[in-house]
């Protein structure tokens, strides 16, 4: 199982960017997926959740109607949209998938076996 994030870089305020993450050694539709993010001294948190069933998508308060994720099963890719970037959404970006956890654990880094390396994201005029 592999999975490669990508498509962080420098944005001024107010700016759009895409991050894409390819999987490869899962399928898609059998696994949940998340983009979390980290700045230094801060623990990991969640920013996007898309459960395995449904499929239903979760956002973080602080970035709900600004970003949005997707999922291409046909591409083996999962993309996060971020539209009105603001400087506090300066952090690296992880994805991640789980093939077993459950509802409740989606929100926790600790419950995902696979995980990107990261791709920073940095947000300042």
């Known amino acids: 199982v592999q999975l490669q994030a990508s498509g962080g870089g420098h944005v001024q305020p107010g700016g759009s960017l895409t991050l894409s993450c390819a999987m490869s050694?899962?399928?898609?539709?059998?696994?949940?997926q998340a983009w979390f993010r980290q700045v230094p001294g801060k623990e990991r948190e969640w920013v996007a959740v898309l459960s395995k069933s449904d499929p239903s998508k979760f956002y973080k308060d602080s970035v709900k109607g600004r970003f949005t994720m997707s999922r291409d099963n046909t591409k083996e890719t999962v993309l996060l949209q971020m539209n009105s970037l603001k400087p506090e959404d300066t952090a690296v970006y992880y994805c991640a998938a789980d093939e077993r956890i459950i509802f409740s654990a989606l929100w926790q880094a600790t419950s995902y076996d696979y995980w990107g390396q990261g791709t920073l994201v940095t947000v300042s005029s």
């Open positions: 050694g899962i399928t898609l539709d059998g696994h949940a």
